[in-house]
């Protein structure tokens, strides 16, 4: 019987604000109940290992069941769910991704979720592995001086080395 570990790997491709959540609420938690934990950042995922994430927007046009109640306002106002409301044509409307940014930061504010540059930092502190896929890196023109301190740089290979002493895989 093979013994089980408290390893956990978790790859992140997605590189939205909103997609920025998961990888690092799954790593802070893991860690948090004594897992080894690893994140590979491959594609669009990257986006969560730069220094600067003031660029990460929300994209309405993927969401299109995406809950969308208001953050403020009277108590009748933020009950409703306006986003199966909206036709998919109105996220095609410019500026719409600031709008939905906008929305987002300010639920989460509300609902007292971290930033995620508060979130990352807890997984660094903490001791979550983050390694920045070197292939995707050199797809997108990035330079190792575009990304946080601290993180690995490697390939499939690095992940695959993490991912055979892991029990648990997650892809967000």
Request: positive net charge; proline residues 6%.
């Amino acid at each position: 019987m093979k013994k089980i570990n408290n390893n956990m790997t978790i790859i992140a491709t997605k590189g939205t604000l909103d997609w920025a959540y998961p990888p690092f609420i799954l790593a802070s938690t893991g860690i948090a109940m004594d897992k080894k934990v690893a994140i590979f950042f491959t594609f669009y995922g990257l986006n969560l290992l730069l220094k600067d994430l003031s660029k990460l927007k929300v994209s309405p046009i993927g969401n299109p069941n995406m809950p969308m109640k208001m953050p403020f306002g009277p108590k009748w106002l933020q009950k409703i769910n306006f986003g199966p409301k909206i036709p998919n044509i109105l996220w095609n409307i410019p500026f719409a991704d600031n709008f939905t940014t906008y929305m987002m930061k300010k639920t989460m504010a509300k609902n007292g979720v971290a930033k995620i540059e508060d979130l990352r930092t807890i997984c660094q502190d903490s001791g979550v592995k983050l390694i920045a896929c070197e292939m995707t890196i050199g797809v997108f023109g990035y330079e190792r001086e575009d990304f946080i301190e601290g993180i690995e740089f490697g390939g499939a290979a690095t992940y695959f080395s993490e991912a055979a002493e892991a029990d648990h895989h997650l892809y967000i």
